[in-house]
């Protein structure tokens, strides 16, 4: 079946579907990692967009009940050039075309993807629309215009949770209150902010004998606080951090309160909560290969991204703010700590889902921090 991508500025690139009828539209962005693929489908930061993989083939090992990263897909659409209708592995359950059909998300392949990501490496992440239904080029590149920007959505309040729940077990009827949840278990206990929360941060943390409850993002802080927690965690999520005004307040009546571990988008908030700036940029970093310099060890390490937003090193006032990482191949911060107030973000992702696991020993950090 017959399918288009257009981009704002006016650049059309045909392909088919592999799921079928259908349309999306939202940001487009490029993701460089070779496996995955579940992982960033169901990766709640690309809420609002459009993914277009790198690698050339995509299916090839079908999709299982293990690797998701929330309840369901979240991207808007998935490009592939090439997908693989005979999944052979081991721990495959299902095919990749009646997953994202499933979830009512359109996936197409057989564009030249190679031209699209270059593309968006010199133009810049662009809204967007594929669509099998509208296959008139100059109707899909105006209604892409059209499209919200990026800059200004909140989009966290379409990921989070709607109601407290103890990892890993769901969510508990409406009528039991935050404390009441609370003294089920006993300690150590943590909270988890969740903006968008990637299961496997949540699996990192239940390994080093966490006990975790996930809260959503617009749980004030004063009832966090009031549970006097270990330490709380910044989740990761989807959208531009300087419009989550909720999340930036409360990570900033928690600082100092309490230790504060904050991941991508987290780590942003934390940057504006100690009174920082953030940025977008050009084509953001998405992939299982960014480069990451520890300046506090020397060492490099290799990490899994996903983000359009960054914090502005220059832009913190607080000269107790330690810079701690930095991306080697735009230089754009990736990591802090407070020196005096127990607070550190990352702008990648330790959990590694998917990718490299250099950066696991965040976690342990953290954890020497509670105890």
């Not at 059909?101 to 359109?106: A, D, E, F, T, W």
């Not at 941060?201 to 009031?226: D, S």
Request: glycine residues 10%; hydrophobic residues 40%.
């Amino acid at each position: 079946m017959r399918a288009y991508l257009a981009l704002e500025d006016g650049l059309v690139l045909s392909g088919r579907s592999f799921t079928g009828p259908g349309e999306a539209t939202g940001e487009v962005v490029f993701n460089t990692s070779m496996t995955g693929y579940q992982e960033i489908l169901t990766d709640p930061s690309y809420k609002g967009q459009i993914v277009t993989m790198t690698y050339p083939l995509m299916g090839n090992y079908g999709v299982n009940l293990e690797d998701t990263e929330s309840s369901r897909v979240q991207v808007e659409g998935f490009i592939v050039k090439e997908y693989h209708p005979y999944p052979s592995n081991w721990r495959s359950q299902g095919d990749l075309a009646a997953y994202l059909k499933q979830n009512r998300v359109l996936g197409i392949e057989g564009l030249d993807t190679r031209a699209a990501t270059k593309h968006l490496r010199e133009v810049g992440a662009m809204r967007g629309i594929i669509s099998t239904e509208d296959l008139d080029p100059e109707s899909l590149i105006r209604r892409a215009r059209q499209l919200p920007r990026m800059e200004g959505l909140d989009l966290v309040r379409y990921v989070t949770c709607a109601a407290p729940y103890w990892w890993p077990e769901a969510a508990p009827p409406p009528a039991l209150d935050l404390s009441t949840l609370w003294a089920q278990r006993r300690h150590p206990k943590i909270i988890a902010y969740d903006f968008g929360v990637k299961f496997n941060i949540l699996r990192r943390l239940a390994e080093r004998g966490m006990e975790i409850l996930v809260v959503p993002a617009m749980t004030p802080a004063a009832e966090i606080l009031a549970l006097e927690p270990a330490g709380i965690v910044l989740s990761n999520g989807p959208g531009d951090p300087a419009v989550v005004t909720y999340a930036i307040e409360n990570t900033r009546q928690c600082l100092g309160v309490r230790p504060l571990f904050g991941i991508c988008l987290g780590h942003q908030l934390l940057g504006l909560a100690l009174g920082g700036r953030t940025f977008k940029l050009k084509f953001g970093h998405r992939g299982a290969n960014q480069p990451v310099k520890n300046l506090l060890t020397g060492r490099v390490e290799i990490t899994s991204q996903n983000h359009g937003f960054a914090v502005d090193s220059d832009s913190i006032p607080d000269p107790e703010v330690e810079l701690t990482h930095i991306n080697l191949n735009d230089g754009t911060l990736e990591g802090l700590r407070h020196r005096r107030l127990q607070a550190f973000s990352v702008q990648y992702h330790p959990e590694a889902s998917p990718g490299p696991h250099d950066a696991g020993y965040l976690f342990d950090e953290f954890i020497k921090i509670l105890k």
